[in-house]
């Protein structure tokens, strides 16, 4: 099993969230982010003061698949996420040891699929 763990754009979400649930993943988690890479934040003026902005505001993304699903989901996350504009995001690939689901003790791969 891998976990997958995606940093979009906000406004990206829906679009993921579809194209994910087209190609049959189960679940997900997702978490409001903040943070910046390249993008480097940028300035904002509120009541006429100049505010500096570093870290902009993301969702985290978070999936849990079988080994063969790891391919088909980067790819469906990346086409479903991209801009082209700087700050799309990234998509980390994280080995899983081991799975439970709480319900009903089933472990491993079918701890994470349907059910």
């Not at 698949?65 to 996350?77: F, G, I, N, R, S």
């Amino acid at each position: 099993m891998k976990k997958i763990e995606a940093i979009i754009k906000p406004f990206k979400l829906d679009e993921a969230k579809e194209a994910l649930s087209a190609i049959g993943v189960a679940g997900l988690t997702v978490s409001e982010a903040k943070g910046f890479g390249r993008q480097k934040g940028h300035t904002e003026i509120y009541r006429g003061a100049e505010y500096r902005v570093d870290f902009l505001p993301k969702i985290r993304l978070e999936i849990v698949v079988a080994d063969e699903q790891v391919e088909e989901v980067a790819k469906t996350l990346q086409a479903a996420c991209h801009t082209g504009r700087l700050g799309d995001g990234k998509i980390f690939i994280l080995p899983v040891e081991d799975a439970t689901r709480i319900r009903t003790g089933e472990r491993g791969d079918g701890a994470v699929g349907p059910g």
